[in-house]
Structures are given as C-alpha cells and as structure tokens.
C-alpha cells in the first residue's frame, strides 16, 4: 500500500521577468488502487506539480510538504525518489543516444531493486509487455527515444511503467499527440500496470478523452495553481461540455 501525500505545496520557477510562483497551495492525496484525474486549461501549473514532486530543479519548492509512505520525499534526490516507488511519465521524454531501451529498462529496474533482474525471466516479461503495446521487438534494440515517434515514445513511457512497477505513477499528459489507436494501446497498458500492482495514479490531461479508456477514481480541476474544484467522473463530463471558463474568472489565468 503507498500513499503520497502532498500538503500545502508552492513553487516557484525563474523567468526572464523573474521569479514566479506557479504552485500555490496544492493538497492532494494519492493512495494505492486510485487514478486521480489532474485537468486543467494550459499553464495552470499541471506539469509543474508533476515535475515539482519528481525532483525537477528548474522548480524550487518554497513552502510545504510531500510524503511517499510517511517519508520525506523533497529531501531524496531523484533517484532515491524512484527508488522509493515514484515514477514519472514525461510528457516530453528526452532522447538517450547510445543507450538501447533494453540496457536502459535492465539497468533501471536493477537500480529500483537493488539487484538484477533474472535474465530468462527479464527477457521474457519485457517481450511480453512491448507485445502487449503492440511494440515491435526490434525497438528494444533501439536507442532510447531517439527517432521515436510520439506514440512509440509513449508507449516506451508506459513500457517502463509497467516493467519497473512503481507505488504511485504520475503521468504527464500521455494522451498528447496520439492518434486513437495509440490512445487506446496506451490506456490499456495503464489500465494492466494498476490491475497488476494496484499502483497509485496522478493523471494529468488537457482532455477528457483519455477518461474514457482510463476511468478515474477522482478528478481534480486545477487553476492557476491551485485546486479550484474535485469531485467523480462526472466531473470530467461536465468539464468536456462546459470547459474551464467558470474557474478562469477573476483568476488570474
């Protein structure tokens, strides 16, 4: 059983104009079993929540906290972050030339582990996970995202996911730049890896149409960042057909 915490959250990030807060206050719990829904217009401050509890440092965390499991997550670097159980899907994964996403998901997973992987069993749960996203098996010969398509990097995303089996995972916008099969491929292997692990999902999405294959648990409607509103499903509906233009008033955004 994990659970994040996050509790009266702020950040702030440096622009040319100077330093800006984006996070103002952010609550929000996540526990094993449960998709929470993150929905937002553009540049309310999804992805720097997103990337704020990962570890990103172009973020500077200015007041609150954010506990996986009763510990202290802003006080782990990245990769003790990952080690503890958090996993984030980027919304744009970098490229890692050089380095084949086989070499890439053995070498992680023995890092979140302690020690490596059997190889027959490894070799026969990364074939059968890249089968179950419709991955050719000559992409795990291939460097890390580089060449990708957008759908291949998000399925690689989702393939990391699945193998590397974190407590709570927050995914950044995997529906963006997806065709409807990607999307579809894509939820699937979310809707395995939370039946499978019972993992803890931050879902953040500009749109509704990813919630219909990936059912959330709760949805929570963010505005200049902040959460403005949270209820059930039926918020995501009533989101796709009034929009964000009630929370936007007198905002800010």
Do not use: C
Not at 14 to 40: C, F, N, Y
Not at 74 to 83: F, H, K, T, Y
């Amino acid at each position: 059983m994990s659970i994040l915490e996050i509790k009266n959250l702020h950040a702030t990030v440096e622009t040319p104009e100077g330093t800006k807060e984006i996070l103002k206050g952010v609550d929000l719990t996540i526990k094993s079993g449960e998709t929470h829904a993150i929905m937002g217009p553009n540049g309310s401050g999804k992805s720097t929540l997103a990337y704020a509890v990962a570890g990103h440092p172009k973020y500077q965390i200015t007041q609150g906290e954010v506990s996986l499991d009763g510990e202290d997550v802003l006080e782990m670097s990245v990769d003790e972050r990952a080690r503890a159980g958090l996993f984030l899907a980027m919304q744009y994964p970098v490229e890692v030339p050089g380095v084949t996403v086989s070499n890439f998901l053995r070498t992680a997973k023995t890092a979140i582990d302690g020690e490596a992987p059997a190889l027959r069993t490894w070799v026969k749960d990364m074939k059968g996970a890249m089968g179950d996203l419709r991955m050719d098996p000559a992409f795990a010969e291939r460097n890390v995202n580089e060449g990708f398509s957008g759908g291949e990097k998000k399925r690689h995303e989702i393939l990391q996911m699945q193998l590397l089996k974190p407590g709570i995972a927050i995914l950044d916008e995997t529906d963006s730049g997806l065709d409807v099969d990607a999307l579809r491929i894509v939820s699937e292997g979310v809707n395995r890896a939370k039946e499978s692990t019972e993992i803890g999902i931050m879902l953040i999405t500009h749109y509704t149409r990813i919630l219909q294959y990936v059912k959330p648990d709760f949805v929570h409607v963010f505005v200049n960042g902040q959460i403005a509103e949270q209820g059930g499903p039926e918020l995501a509906e009533r989101l796709e057909n009034e929009g964000y233009d009630r929370y936007l008033v007198g905002s800010g955004s």
